[in-house]
């Protein structure tokens, strides 16, 4: 859809706040992911990384159907949008997967307290890494969203 020439083609202004409290969540998830682990409690630990996880990725996948639907945004940013709702949701999930399969690892009997240790601090510095390029994604997919103009 062509735009009127000085329109700024944009999503509802709640819309863009929720993908701001998105990438603060996702900025803090990021940050603790990279604190020193202590070893108290790590399976309870990576679950609350895991939720926190979780809540971004619903968010995000809020989107789709708000950037499909948007009347005023250009079909080129609209679906690269999309294109970058895919990517940091995949991202996500990925991190997701990483704390989760530590979990399991660590309930399994042949790994002692280093082990577990070991494993978890493993699944957080690759679930670190992962919130890392979705924050980027996010940054930019809300960049995008608020101005309508794509990089294409």
Request: glycine content about 4%; overall charge negative; proline content about 5%.
């Amino acid at each position: 859809m062509p735009m009127p020439s000085g329109a700024a083609p944009k999503l509802p202004e709640e819309l863009l706040d929720l993908l701001d409290e998105d990438i603060t969540l996702l900025t803090q998830t990021a940050t603790v992911l990279e604190l020193p682990l202590r070893a108290t409690d790590l399976d309870t630990m990576l679950w609350a990384h895991e939720l926190a996880i979780a809540c971004c990725h619903v968010t995000l996948a809020m989107f789709v159907p708000q950037v499909t639907a948007a009347e005023n945004l250009p079909r080129c940013a609209a679906r690269h949008g999309i294109e970058v709702i895919g990517v940091s949701v995949q991202h996500l999930t990925s991190a997701m997967g990483a704390l989760a399969t530590a979990r399991e690892e660590m309930a399994k009997p042949e790994y002692d307290a280093d082990g577990r240790f070991n494993l978890a601090r493993a699944a957080r510095m690759r679930a670190a890494a992962l919130a890392s390029v979705a924050l980027q994604r996010t940054t930019e997919l809300r960049s995008l969203l608020a101005t309508g103009s794509c990089t294409c």
